[in-house]
């Protein structure tokens, strides 16, 4: 064995030792180019010295020319303090040129760069070599001090290289120049020569003088990031009641009763919410607000630690950072096309119109049902055998309506349909069907109904930003149920529990809305374009003297009682003598239709049924008057689309009728002898045509512009990290991490984590509602849209 293995450490020596010997050679040849490269510039720099040395003789030989052969007059204007001056001068001018001219400077030079003389192989010089590169990265990543710079503090012969003698002697010139105050103004004196206007300059040196407080003011920076003084009780306190509010305000603490204890706490320390890095001689308050104080306050603080928060107990700390510079916005709805709901259509305009401004790519993720459950939805018994064949059909629909083809992606989760409460309840996992790579904002078009019964990552966890849309009022129609009030009572904490705990922001489109934690008002939808052109066309035909309306009445949305049909037939039925005469043309299908007819046919109403159609359709152009009834609505499309149309609009004193409001041809009434007046009003009269300010508060453009503002997306979107700014001064700024820890996000991700618990257990979910078998999607989901079943997709080990 020792013969076999000896051959064989002698191979990998000779090995080592040649690639050892190949590798000196490259260091060696390496170094005689440096060698020579040294060589040319100390030689240029010889010569530069010769150069210096010949203009310093002619400056002397001039000089004493001039003292001895000029005329009288110029001889009495040499002042013999420049004359003493010269004199002194002259043998440190000497000595400068005795260093300089030494034929000892290339010598040290070439002994201190040049190669060690030796021809064999210095092994240890390697190793020192090798330990020297941790070393020296070590060395370059702190800062080197300027005294370190400059080699002040070293022996003379300390160090491999040690200081050359020559700048040793030219600091030490610079210093002696700098002491004396009268050198430059002597040196400036000499104003016809070169040497006066090189030398004059040290009167006033910027350049020092900037180098100085450059240092000055990074020494200060660092004395006041230690001066920050740490978080005292009160304002501890402070901040745990307002990270509290959420859970105040459940048990009837008001948000102005915590504003005003923060503002208690923080008032004695209110000189102390300064920033020290903005204390240059001045006390300047950032904010007068008490909470902003606070947060600067904190901040500062966090800053002057290093501390850097970048997650919570229940959060998760693998979120997406783009990498191609565009951000990604996942779209997430309920409802897909055909099925013409507020759901279906709204979503699908808002994935549009996003991705034309092409700052951000989108994707619009929709439910995909069976074909079994398509013919229960989808309107004319429409069914599809593949996604990508409902696609088309989606995209084509956009760009007839839109006129442009807008560039998103849309993608298909599984769902399923529910007969009782006539909506698609999603099964397994929504959020996975958004890929990794692309978990970087969501908007939850209905959060609460997407969450009712989610099982799987959240949102918020996944997401950088998650922002809901909350289209209906879920509570309006579950009141209209059997036992509604105990019903309503469960949804309505069901609906805060989701929300707060997968939603950064929400959105709602009314007043109508429950109101919802994290919520704000706004009406974030549009109209189609089409409906627009058709206004504009009826004010063409009105103002060249046609008739632009040859029809009256009309009340077009599914027939279900729930959308108005209720409210619309006791109002006819209470005033039936007052609307003598009175005809209305009634579009829908729905589940209820056949009771519906019924009714209005036991109480004798003048209605007629037509069947349902496209609110654009060329049947409906002539129709003067639309009437919606209904107060279950959040923000009825329906309205707005005729509003554009030119039409008059009369509905019911309504949270929901609240944006429509502002627009001359909306008719609202309180009560029933209200509702006959305005029906009156609108048949006796001409509606006015839009303004080009009301035309665009109605269009999608600027519904998507107050989408972007009010869910924050503009900020976030033109944002390069996920870092607020609180303050910014003199180029310096205080900065607050966006996961800062607080109590809210704990409890938001407490309750994340028990809803997740109590949704992953079957049995519980079939008490609450749910469809059978929805925690994970079935056999034909896999088959339709080419999934691994669920328990290869999401195994559990240890059975």
Request: glycine share 6%.
């Amino acid at each position: 064995m020792e013969a076999t293995s000896s051959p064989t450490r002698t191979n990998s020596n000779n090995t080592a030792f040649s690639l050892i010997s190949r590798g000196w050679k490259e260091v060696r040849d390496s170094a005689d180019a440096d060698l020579q490269l040294m060589r040319a510039r100390a030689n240029s720099f010889k010569n530069l010295a010769n150069s210096f040395d010949r203009e310093i003789e002619n400056f002397f030989n001039s000089t004493s020319i001039a003292s001895f052969s000029v005329p009288t007059p110029l001889k009495s204007s040499t002042s013999p303090k420049e004359i003493d001056f010269v004199k002194k001068l002259e043998p440190k001018i000497s000595e400068i040129r005795r260093v300089y001219s030494a034929p000892e400077i290339s010598k040290k030079v070439l002994e201190k760069w040049g190669p060690r003389a030796k021809s064999g192989i210095d092994l240890s010089a390697i190793k020192n070599a090798i330990v020297a590169e941790g070393e020296d990265e070590e060395r370059g990543r702190r800062k080197v001090g300027f005294r370190e710079f400059w080699g002040e503090g070293k022996e003379e012969g300390g160090g491999q290289f040690g200081e050359w003698e020559p700048i040793r002697v030219l600091k030490r010139r610079l210093k002696e120049l700098e002491k004396k105050s009268e050198f430059g103004e002597i040196f400036g004196g000499f104003k016809n020569s070169e040497f006066g206007e090189i030398f004059g300059g040290f009167k006033n040196s910027e350049f020092v003088e900037k180098l100085k407080s450059s240092l000055k003011a990074i020494r200060k920076e660092s004395q006041e990031s230690k001066e920050v003084q740490p978080l005292d009780v009160t304002e501890l306190l402070a901040y745990l009641v307002r990270q509290s509010e959420p859970f105040l305000d459940q048990i009837g603490v008001r948000k102005d009763v915590c504003d005003k204890i923060v503002g208690g706490l923080c008032r004695k320390h209110k000189n102390q919410f300064l920033l020290p890095s903005l204390s240059s001689g001045k006390s300047t308050l950032l904010d007068e607000n008490a909470n902003d104080e606070l947060d600067l306050r904190i901040a500062s603080v966090l800053q002057s630690t290093g501390h850097c928060y970048d997650g919570g107990f229940w959060t998760d700390l693998s979120k997406h950072h783009p990498s191609d510079g565009k951000r990604h916005v996942a779209i997430v709805t309920t409802a897909s096309l055909p099925w013409m709901t507020g759901t279906a259509v709204n979503p699908l305009f808002r994935a549009a119109y996003l991705a034309k401004s092409e700052k951000q790519n989108v994707t619009l993720l929709v439910p995909w049902l069976c074909k079994s459950e398509q013919e229960l939805v989808y309107p004319n018994n429409l069914t599809f055998t593949s996604p990508e064949e409902q696609e088309n059909y989606i995209r084509n629909w956009l760009e007839e309506r839109v006129g442009f083809k807008a560039d998103f992606k849309i993608s298909f989760y599984p769902g399923k349909f529910s007969k009782e409460r006539r909506s698609i309840i999603p099964a397994g996992d929504t959020s996975q069907f958004v890929p990794s790579k692309d978990a970087d904002i969501a908007i939850l078009e209905e959060p609460e109904h997407l969450n009712w019964y989610h099982h799987g990552k959240r949102w918020t966890d996944k997401f950088n930003h998650v922002v809901g849309v909350v289209h209906t009022n879920y509570l309006e129609y579950i009141k209209r149920e059997k036992n509604g009030a105990l019903q309503a009572f469960l949804v309505k904490h069901i609906n805060n529990l989701v929300t707060r705990a997968y939603c950064h922001k929400v959105l709602r489109l009314s007043a109508a809305t429950q109101d919802l934690p994290k919520s704000v008002i706004c009406n974030v939808h549009g109209v189609n374009p089409k409906f627009l052109k058709i206004g504009e066309k009826v004010a063409a035909e009105r103002e060249l003297g046609q008739q632009a309306f040859s029809k009256g009445a009309y009340f077009l949305g599914k027939m279900v009682w729930a959308k108005g049909y209720k409210e619309l037939i006791d109002l006819l039925a209470k005033h039936k003598n007052e609307l003598d005469g009175f005809k209305l043309d009634v579009f829908g299908n729905g589940e209820d239709a056949n009771e519906v007819q019924n009714t209005v046919k036991r109480l004798d109403l003048n209605l007629n049924f037509l069947k349902g159609r496209d609110h654009a359709d060329d049947s409906l152009h002539g129709y003067k008057v639309f009437i919606n009834p209904s107060i279950s609505d959040v923000l009825c499309t329906a309205t707005a689309e005729a509003l554009a149309m030119g039409k008059f609009v009369v509905c019911a004193d309504h949270p929901s009728n609240e944006y429509f409001r502002s627009f001359p041809n909306c008719l609202t009434y309180k009560t029933s002898e209200d509702f006959v007046a305005r029906v009156k009003e609108a048949l006796a009269n001409e509606p006015q045509p839009l303004t080009p300010e009301q035309r665009y508060n109605l269009s999608w453009e600027a519904a998507t512009q107050r989408f972007m503002q009010y869910s924050e997306l503009d900020k976030i979107l033109d944002s390069e990290n996920d870092v607020v700014n609180l303050s910014k001064s003199n180029g310096k700024s205080i900065s607050k991490a966006v996961s800062m820890p607080n109590l809210s996000e704990m409890v938001d991700g407490g309750l994340a984590f028990a809803h997740y618990c109590l949704t992953g257990n079957e049995f519980l979910r079939l008490c609450t509602g749910a469809i059978p078998g929805t925690r994970d999607y079935d056999k034909q989901h896999c088959k339709d849209l080419h999934l691994l079943p669920p328990q290869v997709e999401n195994p559990i080990y240890g059975w």
